[in-house]
């Protein structure tokens, strides 16, 4: 058995700082760089896929609102043809600078609160997904499961990835906790492991609102920004390869 470990990455910007990617581009199989809507500038774009080759980690594009101040973490009222535009422009940016390092584009996995827009709104999860296509029909689409945006990406012909949350509490629909409930992070890396292991193994998690949540998951993520990614990521590994399990790009 074996699963991908996902990282989202590449978010600073310019002279700013921000996340743990020299910590966590050693402990993942694959990273999603952001390209410059909520964080990753050029330059940082160009560091992030250099990092990753060096560490010879697959790269994802990780699209978002072009919302740098809210780090694309609030809902945009875009239309889908926006969406589309800026998720093929995003895509693009990316992959020139993979293209110069002769490194392909392995995956796209939008960021934030285009992800969960997308989980709940067909339109936008639909504009998402013909964007990636138009890019590259081959191109694998990391989704939430059972959402409106897997069916979206399975229409249009598109590989799906999915993607499964240890450090984020669940609701009993399935969804990811909102931000704001108590209880919606996993900050204990050893509790991030055990919830890691049993999506994989068991196929479920508990619920912030109480019973289990099935979890169908091929790739886990860990959030850059989480200020112990670096711990939760080695905890999460090191949990699932003691169970066998290896940690590799899908």
Request: proline share 6%; hydrophobic share 40%; charged share 25%.
């Amino acid at each position: 058995m074996r699963v991908d470990l996902n990282a989202d990455a590449g978010e600073s910007y310019g002279v700013y700082a921000y996340g743990h990617d020299r910590e966590l581009f050693p402990l993942v199989s694959s990273v999603n760089l952001a390209c410059g809507f909520h964080g990753g500038s050029p330059s940082r774009m160009r560091e992030g896929v250099a990092l990753a080759k060096t560490h010879g980690v697959a790269v994802g594009a990780h699209p978002g609102f072009p919302d740098l101040v809210g780090f694309g973490r609030r809902e945009m009222a875009l239309s889908p043809e926006e969406v589309y535009a800026d998720v093929l422009y995003q895509i693009g940016a990316l992959y020139a600078f993979l293209r110069a390092e002769g490194l392909p584009l392995h995956h796209v996995k939008p960021h934030g609160a285009l992800y969960l827009k997308a989980c709940r709104d067909r339109e936008t999860a639909r504009a998402i997904a013909e964007a990636v296509k138009a890019f590259d029909p081959g191109l694998p689409l990391v989704v939430l499961p059972g959402t409106v945006y897997e069916e979206e990406a399975r229409r249009v012909g598109l590989r799906v990835v999915l993607e499964g949350f240890p450090e984020r509490a669940y609701l009993q629909n399935g969804q990811l906790a909102p931000r704001s409930l108590p209880g919606s992070w996993i900050t204990d890396p050893k509790e991030a492991a055990r919830r890691a292991v049993r999506m994989v193994l068991e196929g479920k998690v508990e619920a912030l609102d109480g019973g289990e949540v099935a979890v169908r998951a091929e790739t886990l993520c860990i959030h850059g920004d989480n200020p112990n990614a670096p711990q939760v990521a080695k905890a999460v590994r090191e949990a699932l390869e003691a169970e066998g399990v290896a940690v590799q790009a899908f």
